[in-house]
């Protein structure tokens, strides 16, 4: 992927905004269990980030994917992993349909505002009985008058808690699974709507809740594109929730592997830096070989996505692989710095549960293997 000055600049404005808006106050959020996502978005906005990839005339800066993904990259300097996850469904995750199937009036009423940060989104899809198995939900909008009625719950719902408005996917025919459910853009304000926190082993500055509806009425107009087109419609959005997942986890595996390096140098065990050990400093240079592996494979598929290509199969891998090598450079790293990497406040503690999350958020690993053995031909029952 060729990188112009604008990618540079982007990638600079983020840090920078890190630097000053997010990492001084991520203690006192993961301790609070939120963070202020109105005002932070709001500064977001007013810096244009909230829309790099999106039309001029709602707000956005009209630039190609590949900007966007800069952005998720440079987020990865973040020290906790639940504001830029809040970030990347407000930009990757719930705005995606409505901004390229999504009515004029729908994107002037929900796109624009979330574009200048002055609503957040969130996405409506998993529940109880159907996290990755899309097909499964249960939660309906059924026709009433001009009105679609909603009933049902929705569960794991990052920025829950502090919405505007929600991505839905509901059923809106009683259809065949995938061709039976519609996305609805649905106010968070609307009578029926109840709200639970939901707590978690990480990513504890991002609220996550459970949604409840109950005879929430929108009016038909907010549907995004046609009807029982919203399977499709989330998948396609799938797609660049994933790699934002993936370019988002590229800078924050190589700064856990850079403060290992700094640590194991410093820190001495039988007379000699931890370091020295060979089996220390081969295991960092193969960790380092395998994020750039991921990095290459992450670039390759935004570069496919931004001409125009299927890249189905290349962002499962990327999410995989993000997801595995998350785990993986956390749970290394963490035994190096030994009682030091079990204590909370430690950086490698706090990678290594909210990187756990990549490997379910999305699509568990398992959904992305068999998406890839679909490419590949080689499911059950498949020449």
């Known amino acids: 992927m060729k990188f112009t000055p604008e990618h540079v600049q982007i990638s ?55 900007y966007s993904m800069v952005m998720a990259e440079a987020l990865g300097e973040c020290n906790v992993g639940g504001v830029p996850m809040a970030i990347g469904v407000q930009t990757d995750m719930c705005t995606p349909a409505l901004a390229r199937f999504g009515s004029d009036d729908l994107r002037k009423e929900f796109l624009a505002p979330a574009i200048a940060g002055d609503m957040v989104g969130c996405i409506g899809v998993s529940e109880v009985t159907g996290g990755s198995d899309v097909a499964a939900l249960k939660t309906t909008a059924k026709k009433d008058g ?32 995938h061709k039976n459910k519609s996305l609805i853009m649905v106010p968070m304000d609307a009578p029926g709507i109840t709200r ?7 990513m504890h500055s991002s609220d996550t809740a459970q949604l409840f509806f109950d005879n929430v009425r929108v009016p038909q107009r907010n549907l995004i594109g046609q009807e029982g087109m919203g399977f499709m419609l989330q998948m396609l959005q799938f797609q660049e929730e994933r790699l934002y997942g993936a370019a988002g986890s590229l800078r924050s595996l190589d ?10 140098r410093e820190r001495k065990t039988f007379g000699q830096p931890i370091l020295n050990n060979q089996v220390v400093h081969f295991r960092l240079a193969e960790l380092r070989t395998e994020v750039e592996c991921l990095r290459a494979l992450t670039y390759r598929a935004v570069e496919s996505y931004v001409s125009g290509k299927d890249v189905t199969k290349l962002a499962s891998m990327a999410k995989l692989k993000a997801g595995r090598l998350s785990r993986e450079v956390a749970d290394s790293c963490l035994q190096y710095w030994g009682g030091m990497g079990f ?33 590949e031909g080689t499911l059950p029952g498949k020449a």
């Open 12 to 66: 600079d404005t983020v840090r920078k905004f890190v630097a000053n808006e997010i990492n001084p106050f991520t203690a006192e959020w993961e301790k609070a269990g939120i963070f202020p996502a109105r005002q932070l978005f709001k500064k977001m906005g007013d810096l244009g980030l909230l829309g790099i990839k999106y039309p001029t005339e709602f707000g956005g800066m009209g630039l190609d994917f590949s």
């Open 146 to 177: 001009g009105d679609y009625v909603i009933n049902g719950s929705k569960m794991w719902i990052t920025n829950g808690m502090q919405a505007d408005w929600c991505c839905l996917l509901a059923n809106t025919s009683e259809g065949a699974v």
């Open 196 to 202: 639970q926190k939901i707590e978690k082993i990480g």
């Open 255 to 264: 700064n856990l592997i850079d403060q290992t390096i700094v640590y194991t």
């Open 343 to 375: 204590t909370a406040d430690n950086p490698i503690s706090q990678a290594y549960r909210d990187g756990r999350l990549i490997s379910i958020g999305g699509g568990a690993d398992e959904i992305m293997l068999g998406i890839i053995c679909k490419f």
